[in-house]
């Protein structure tokens, strides 16, 4: 049976599989059920943990990762987008928002593509790609398959064979039990859950406004190259609501301009 029109589910001789982390807890708990589907594998199943630094992240995510990919003898996969989230922004003159998620479809969607297109001849032919998106988290997440064809699947054989299935095992989990999971890693949470719900970019424009004013009060010098290229491009982080504006109103540095 041709593996892209046969029935989709999960196999037990995939011969990479490669876990998308972000450093925070819904990736952890991704990472512990790919941990324990590895189990099953064949020992010469190669295992790759991925990160995305998008140029918004907490500076110590990048030594987190390697710490954990360290911890479970992943390979460490760092990618970076030529342009970082502040080059695209001043490009585009334009934060992204819900119909222009730019952000993802450059910086992670992207990368993380292009990543796997140019290592088919490393990842073997039956690759998974495992991320932590939970129902519970969004209306859009809440519609997406615990398992589908991921984009770099080839649809034919021209150019080889190769299968990438897109798996996401933490769905239908709350909010708690991947908390659970860490701690059975023995992987902390993330210093930004003492004052933020969601461990995303530091300024998310989908980020809680009381979660950026903590998040600006705790990196007060990161802050600033955001509060700095908003006013420069003149178009505020969210509609009706801009980062200079926040930080006037709720921070005790110094004041900035205002955007309204």
Same mark, same amino acid.
């Given at each position: 049976?041709? /593996?892209?029109?046969?029935?989709?589910?999960?196999?037990?001789?995939?011969?990479?599989?490669?876990?998308?982390?972000?450093?925070?807890?819904?990736?952890?708990?991704?990472?512990?059920?790919?941990? /324990?589907?590895?189990?099953?594998?064949?020992?010469?199943?190669?295992?790759?943990?991925?990160?995305?630094?998008?140029?918004?992240?907490?500076?110590?995510?990048?030594?987190?990762?390697?710490?954990?990919?360290?911890?479970?003898?992943? %390979?460490?996969?760092?990618?970076?987008?030529?342009?970082?989230?502040?080059?695209?922004?001043?490009?585009?003159?334009?934060?992204?928002?819900?119909? $222009?998620?730019?952000?993802?479809?450059?910086?992670?969607?992207?990368?993380?593509?292009?990543?796997?297109?140019?290592?088919?001849?490393?990842?073997?032919?039956? %690759?998974?790609?495992?991320?932590?998106?939970?129902?519970?988290?969004?209306?859009?997440?809440?519609?997406?398959?615990?398992?589908?064809?991921?984009?770099?699947?080839?649809?034919?054989?021209?150019?080889?064979?190769?299968?990438?299935?897109?798996?996401?095992?933490?769905?239908?989990?709350?909010?708690?039990?991947?908390?659970?999971?860490?701690?059975?890693?023995?992987?902390?949470?993330?210093?930004?859950?003492?004052? %933020?719900?969601?461990?995303?970019?530091?300024?998310?424009?989908?980020?809680?406004?009381?979660?950026?004013?903590?998040?600006?009060?705790?990196?007060?010098?990161?802050?600033?190259?955001?509060?700095?290229? /908003?006013?420069?491009? $003149?178009?505020?982080?969210?509609?009706?609501?801009?980062?200079?504006?926040?930080? $006037?109103? $709720?921070?005790?540095?110094?004041?900035?301009?205002?955007?309204?």
């Amino acid at each position: 049976m041709n /593996e892209i029109t046969g029935p989709l589910e999960l196999r037990d001789d995939y011969t990479s599989i490669i876990v998308s982390y972000s450093t925070g807890i819904d990736s952890t708990g991704a990472l512990a059920k790919a941990l /324990e589907l590895a189990k099953k594998l064949p020992r010469k199943t190669k295992k790759f943990l991925l990160y995305c630094d998008t140029g918004m992240e907490y500076k110590i995510n990048t030594g987190l990762f390697y710490q954990v990919a360290k911890a479970f003898k992943l %390979v460490p996969v760092l990618l970076q987008n030529e342009k970082t989230f502040l080059d695209i922004l001043l490009e585009r003159q334009k934060w992204p928002d819900m119909k $222009n998620r730019w952000c993802t479809s450059y910086l992670k969607t992207g990368v993380t593509d292009k990543w796997i297109r140019a290592n088919r001849h490393m990842l073997g032919e039956r %690759v998974l790609f495992i991320t932590g998106e939970r129902r519970d988290e969004s209306p859009r997440r809440a519609k997406y398959p615990e398992l589908d064809w991921q984009s770099t699947t080839l649809k034919t054989e021209r150019k080889g064979r190769f299968i990438c299935h897109w798996y996401r095992p933490v769905l239908d989990f709350e909010k708690g039990k991947m908390f659970e999971y860490g701690k059975k890693l023995h992987i902390p949470p993330h210093p930004c859950y003492e004052y %933020v719900n969601r461990c995303s970019c530091m300024f998310c424009v989908f980020m809680m406004d009381k979660h950026t004013i903590e998040n600006m009060k705790n990196h007060p010098q990161d802050a600033q190259k955001w509060l700095q290229a /908003e006013l420069k491009i $003149n178009h505020t982080w969210k509609n009706k609501m801009s980062l200079n504006k926040l930080w $006037n109103e $709720n921070c005790e540095e110094a004041p900035m301009n205002i955007i309204v």
